[in-house]
């Protein structure tokens, strides 16, 4: 009943920038909690970054926490995530994921119930 769709990927080199989005639709209500993951060809699901409901917290692997923002627009039924100086271990199929009722943010993709499709960023040396 809900479809996420991401785009915005593509490729670029050391320290450009991105913007991802992820757009909801059908039965959006009572979507919660949204995330951003990636995963690498041979490598596990990793999550990025997460968001609550209404914006107001916030969490990021390590790694990406001084370069990546999440962002959310509920009236828009979209999410965002702004990734600058992108380095090439940033190279990924990135994938949004959403709760659809009720839920804090959570490293584990077992939590999500909502996926897209993914989009690709590559970044080159």
């Known amino acids: 009943q809900v479809q996420l769709v991401e785009s915005g990927g593509g490729l670029v080199q050391t320290g450009a920038s991105l913007r991802l989005s992820c757009t909801a639709s059908g039965r959006t209500f009572g979507i919660s909690t949204g995330a951003w993951f990636r995963q690498a060809p041979g490598k596990d699901r990793e999550f990025v970054a997460g968001i609550t409901w209404n914006g107001d917290t916030t969490y990021y692997l390590d790694s990406v926490k001084a370069r990546f923002t999440i962002s959310r627009e509920n009236a828009k039924n979209t999410m965002y995530l702004q990734m600058n100086n992108l380095q090439p271990e940033d190279t990924a199929l990135y994938y949004c994921?959403?709760?659809?009722?009720?839920?804090?943010?959570?490293?584990?993709?077992?939590?999500?119930?909502?996926w897209g499709q993914g989009t690709q960023v590559t970044v080159s040396y």
């Open positions: 994921a959403a709760v659809k009722s009720w839920g804090l943010i959570s490293t584990a993709p077992g939590q999500y119930d909502y």
